[in-house]
């Protein structure tokens, strides 16, 4: 497999599946467990220091960007399409496009971002830096920087404290 280019100092598990690999751009010191399955029909670009945990899903058919310092819990599905669920139109992967309506656009998880366990992301979304997504919300619009934000939708609850940025300066020094 020939992924677009990969870093230094990752550990991807021999149970991890990719497809449209030469699209998977992957950092330096990245973790992707067991199970995990990323598609890329456009490209998906994986930070440094980024842990992906078993069981998740990045469906990358219209691009998927994953800054530095991200942790994507288990069970998580990122999809960067999805299908109209209005009933305007048919949906399956084996109906033709012309009766089909996709929702599309790329995910963007900016530097730090947390994503607890059992979330979903859909198309077109930003999630700002530092901001946390807490277990099982569905995430269907931006969501701003340094928020803990939860739930079905999720919505912004309250700040999230900035002291990682102070740890991330005193970690890089110390390389």
């Known amino acids: 497999m020939t992924f677009g280019s990969i870093g230094e100092k990752c550990r991807i598990s021999d149970y991890a599946r ?5 699209n998977i751009f992957i950092g330096n010191n990245v973790r992707i467990d067991d199970f995990v399955i990323i598609t890329a029909k456009e490209p998906v670009y994986i930070g440094d220091y980024v842990h992906i945990a078993a069981y998740s899903a990045i469906h990358g058919t219209f691009g998927v960007t994953i ?8 069970n998580i599905s990122i999809y960067s399409a999805s299908d109209d669920y209005s009933g305007r139109s048919l949906t399956s992967p084996v ?20 994503v607890g366990a059992n979330s979903v992301i859909l198309p077109n979304v930003t999630i700002g830096e530092g901001t946390a997504v807490g277990a099982m919300s569905f995430v269907k619009k931006d969501l701003p920087s340094f928020k803990i934000c939860y739930g079905i939708p999720c919505k912004v609850m309250k700040d999230r404290d900035k ?7 005193e970690f890089l020094n110390s390389l």
């Open 18 to 22: 990719f497809y449209g690999a030469e």
């Open 67 to 74: 800054k530095d310092f991200v942790n994507i819990s288990s």
């Open 95 to 114: 109906i033709p496009d012309k009766y089909k309506s996709v929702v599309t656009g790329r995910v963007i998880l900016e530097r730090h971002v947390i």
């Open 163 to 169: 002291k990682f940025l102070e740890l991330e300066k």
